[in-house]
């Protein structure tokens, strides 16, 4: 782990400014659209400070915008934040789509059992946290950010989904607070672990990869960290929280879990469970892309099968984080370059899916495929949204999760050509779910209760318009992120002790 501490602090600047402008928004007069202005003012200083970072950054340069202090001497845990190129396309995704969040859920807050204020200021917490998490360089400050992000999608979904939101809020925080407690196990490990090191017991990222934990250890350690990091991701088959989540949730607060929150998951196996445990890594690997593969097929499967719309957009994210562990756990620069750019596609492409299909039901008031038809007819912007918004979804080429989909493949392949053409049937299966939810509602006679469904407004179109832009643009020209990325992962590849595997090449004197 590289890096030199900078003279600002960009990164406590970034996440704090959305937790002031929460804290803003709390204080502003209530029943006023004031507040919804002032957040979005919010979220787009900061978008605009995440870009200043990301022009500054040198991919070449290791962990940068570092920060460090000393926190809690007697654990060893510092306040060390710093961003490597994988933390700084997952900080972007977060700018990016909250300020979208906040403009397409407008009016999502009204119903609620609060305010509009306390929607939009858990809105500003989260995204603040997410920063934070992203940006963690110390494993107990980690633990405690990805602890508390708990809090504000806990309120999100609880006070303001819908009818069933209690029990899909309450189902979420057990499962979470599962795997926290488990990494809570395993953090406390690490203090013992760290505690024979020669200045003491320390979470510093860059001392753990240094320690050594021992073999039995270390696989008992991992398995805490990892069991934690695939239930937020979420996998099979500790995924059952996410669709009654992401159905309950207003379609905002489904982007942000799924999008960003779950991004935590994958975020952590790699800076985390590679970094610190890189044997049990090594170790667990057939076991993991087993699991992998089960969740490509088994979520696109049951995708097939909903009649709820928000349904069926969760369970296709099972599939898809199927593919970004795939990736991982290849242990191959291609596979995980792929994983990475996937986490920033995949939140791109799932947040338009979300928020489409949310201004779609938010005009009829209902959830079930079998109540649309024909909405092309009346609604042609909305349609023709909805279908390159599933279009990405299924990776078509020419859009960015096309890129990500094929070097996770690509990757897998030259490890596991068994498991590389069962996930490869997920590809088939995203086709067929995708295409038939958008022929039964977007085509064919017009469905009588969908004859007045107005199209998209001005402000749905602003909302959608740049997540759409970047599927297209970074399909045709991913260049920037994947030289943001490349360098991260040799050097993650390097930490584990793994080589690409050689090309085999056949020999023009045996013909073999």
């Not at 962990?63 to 510092?78: C, K, L, P, R």
């Not at 989540?245 to 929150?261: C, D, Q, R």
């Not at 949310?358 to 609604?379: P, Q, W």
Request: hydrophobic content about 55%; aromatic content about 12%.
């Amino acid at each position: 782990m590289t890096g030199s501490e900078t003279t600002v602090p960009w990164l406590t600047i970034l996440a704090v400014l959305p937790l002031v402008g929460a804290a803003v928004v709390l204080l502003l007069p209530k029943g006023t659209a004031i507040a919804k202005q002032v957040t979005l003012g919010f979220s787009l200083v900061a978008l605009a400070v995440s870009i200043a970072m990301a022009a500054k950054f040198d991919v070449e340069g290791g962990f940068q915008f570092v920060e460090q202090y000393n926190w809690i001497d007697s654990f060893g845990a510092h306040y060390a934040v710093g961003l490597d190129g994988l933390g700084l396309l997952l900080v972007l995704l977060t700018t990016i789509l909250t300020p979208v969040v906040i403009l397409a859920s407008w009016y999502d807050s009204d119903g609620g059992r609060w305010s509009a204020n306390t929607f939009f200021g858990w809105i500003l917490v989260l995204e603040g946290l997410s920063i934070g998490v992203f940006a963690a360089t110390d494993v107990f400050l980690f633990y405690v950010l990805f602890e508390a992000t708990l809090i504000p999608i806990y309120f999100l979904i609880g006070g303001f989904g819908g009818p069933r939101r209690s029990y899909a809020a309450v189902k979420f925080l057990l499962y979470s607070l599962f795997g926290g407690l488990l990494m809570l196990a395993s953090v406390v490990g690490l203090y013992v672990a760290s505690a024979g090191n020669d200045g003491g017991p320390s979470y510093l990222l860059e001392d753990l990869m240094s320690t050594d934990i021992g073999t039995t250890t270390g696989r008992w350690l991992f398995l805490g960290f990892f069991i934690a990091f695939a239930v937020k991701a979420p996998m099979w088959p500790v995924h059952t929280w996410l669709p009654d989540a992401a159905s309950e949730a207003t379609p905002g607060t489904s982007v942000l879990l799924v999008s960003v929150l779950d991004k935590i998951g994958t975020f952590g196996m790699m800076r985390f469970c590679l970094n610190i445990f890189p044997e049990a890594s090594r170790w667990a690997t057939p076991v993991v892309i087993t699991l992998a593969v089960i969740s490509v097929i088994y979520g696109a499967l049951l995708a097939i099968g909903q009649q709820d719309i928000r349904r069926l957009i969760a369970y296709t994210s099972v599939s898809h984080f199927g593919f970004i562990v795939l990736g991982i756990f290849a242990m191959t620069s291609q596979g995980q370059t792929g994983a990475a750019f996937y986490m920033f596609n995949h939140g791109l492409s799932t947040a338009a899916l979300f928020l489409v299909t949310g201004f779609l039901v938010s005009r009829r008031g209902s959830k079930m495929i079998d109540d649309y038809g024909g909405v092309e007819k009346v609604a042609p912007v909305l349609a023709g949204t909805f279908l390159l918004a599933g279009l990405s979804s299924l990776s078509l080429p020419g859009l960015s999760p096309f890129v990500s989909e094929f070097l996770v493949l690509a990757g897998t392949f030259t490890v596991s050509i068994p498991a590389a053409v069962i996930a490869t049937l997920g590809i088939v299966l995203a086709a067929l779910y995708i295409l038939y939810m958008y022929q039964r509602t977007m085509t064919g006679p017009l469905h009588p209760a969908t004859e007045l469904l107005p199209d998209l407004r001005a402000r749905e179109v602003a909302a959608l318009a740049p997540l759409l832009l970047l599927i297209v643009v970074l399909g045709l020209f991913p260049k920037p992120a994947l030289d943001a990325l490349n360098p991260t992962v040799d050097r993650l590849l390097q930490q584990v002790g793994v080589e690409d595997p050689q090309p085999t090449v056949a020999s023009a004197e045996t013909g073999s």
